[in-house]
């Protein structure tokens, strides 16, 4: 038998996503984000049905950039922190990517190793994030540089925002800094706003918004309440199923180091999902998983394979009955929460060894 644990990709929910995106971003051309092997979704599950409604694709590694063009991507991809190392170029150039450039070392390899091709380039602006990025004052200096030693096709602007919040003054500032410095940038195609911006701040579109966790079904801020209204739906299901169920009587425990102590008879569900699945280790003691629709609580440690929950509520639950451990019933934002992370992470973290499934 196989284990029964696997993540469901529900590739509606993932069409559904990136239409309301381009309805608030309308006026913009859309990278949708594809780093992380598409947040832990599988780039080559994630591309098909994402192809025809998204302008470009960004992600990180070459090596995810590879795979979009091996399947037959000619759309623009974007490397989101451009290359690494010189090696990477000559792999650039010949798969036609996109680069972001962030750094001096960059600009002097890139001059060094000349394309025979133009190449693309967004020159990322550190406009208070202070991560990647040239300063403000320094933009127009590059792009002199750029355009004297470099065989380019098109240069345009990005920066990335600190705030993920719905009420950010920081993204103000951010704004307001590259207008102050780059007088005349609206010359050249700009991509400032991630998934936060691109809901909650309209005024950062520009040509291109860069849309990540929202695609995915999730909240940029951690909190499912706060997209619950745009209509946007959660793309992955995890779900397992029932093992094993046991009955305990009052004093007895459950699971590791007695860290669950039961003062009454109990029905207990074990499922098939433990941390090396990617279920987070550390979530608080109010956690749920759905049953048949109902919530059950997560009582006890999650071991390395296996959860515990209580099944008081649910007496007609059985063995082979599924579970649902994130999706449309339990948000992986709550979970997240529960275990101080973000959507992101979880996502990201979820274990190669978890079949994912397109529905
Ligand atoms: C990951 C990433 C994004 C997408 O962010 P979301 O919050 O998931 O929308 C956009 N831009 C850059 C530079 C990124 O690294």
């Not at 470009?56 to 399947?71: M, P, S």
């Not at 002199?144 to 500032?173: P, Q």
């Not at 309440?225 to 007895?252: C, F, H, N, R, W």
Request: charged share 20%; with cysteine; proline share 3%.
């Amino acid at each position: 038998m196989v284990r029964p644990i696997s993540a469901i990709i529900n590739t509606a929910a993932l069409k559904n996503n990136l239409k309301i995106i381009k309805n608030i971003a309308f006026k913009s051309k859309v990278w949708s984000v594809l780093k992380s092997d598409a947040y832990g979704h599988g780039i080559k599950n994630i591309y098909p049905f994402i192809n025809s409604n998204s302008d470009g694709f960004a992600v990180l590694t070459l090596d995810e950039a590879i795979i979009l063009r091996k399947n037959g991507c000619n759309k623009p991809i974007l490397l989101l922190e451009g290359f690494f190392d010189k090696k990477e170029l000559y792999l650039i150039y010949k798969y036609y990517l996109t680069i972001t450039l962030h750094s001096n070392w960059q600009l002097k390899t890139l001059i060094k190793y000349k394309s025979q091709y133009p190449i693309n380039i967004y020159i990322k602006i550190n406009s208070g994030m202070n991560r990647l990025g040239f300063p403000t004052k320094k933009i127009l200096k590059i792009i002199y540089i750029i355009k004297n030693n470099i065989n380019f096709s098109k240069i345009s602007l990005m920066t990335h925002f600190s705030d993920t919040t719905i009420n950010s003054n920081f993204i103000k500032k951010q704004i307001n800094n590259i207008k102050k410095h780059i007088n005349n940038y609206y010359n050249f195609p700009c991509s400032f706003a991630n998934s936060a911006a691109i809901l909650w701040h309209k005024d950062t579109h520009y040509d291109w918004v860069r849309t990540g966790i929202i695609l995915y079904g999730a909240s940029p801020t951690g909190i499912w309440e706060d997209i619950a209204k745009k209509k946007i739906k959660p793309v992955m299901t995890l779900k397992s199923k029932i093992i094993s169920i046991q009955k305990i009587y009052p004093g007895q425990i459950i699971g590791y180091n007695c860290k669950y102590y039961s003062n009454k008879k109990r029905k207990i569900g074990i499922i098939a999902c433990g941390y090396a699945d990617g279920y987070p280790r550390n979530i608080n003691n109010e956690t749920f998983v759905s049953v048949k629709g109902i919530k059950a609580k997560i009582l006890g440690d999650i071991s390395m394979d296996m959860i515990a929950i209580d099944l008081l509520n649910i007496p007609t639950a059985q063995i082979g009955n599924s579970v649902e451990l994130w999706g449309d019933n339990i948000k992986i934002d709550d979970v997240a929460k529960s275990a101080n992370t973000i959507g992101y992470e979880l996502m990201c973290s979820l274990s190669k060894r978890v079949p994912r499934i397109l529905k």
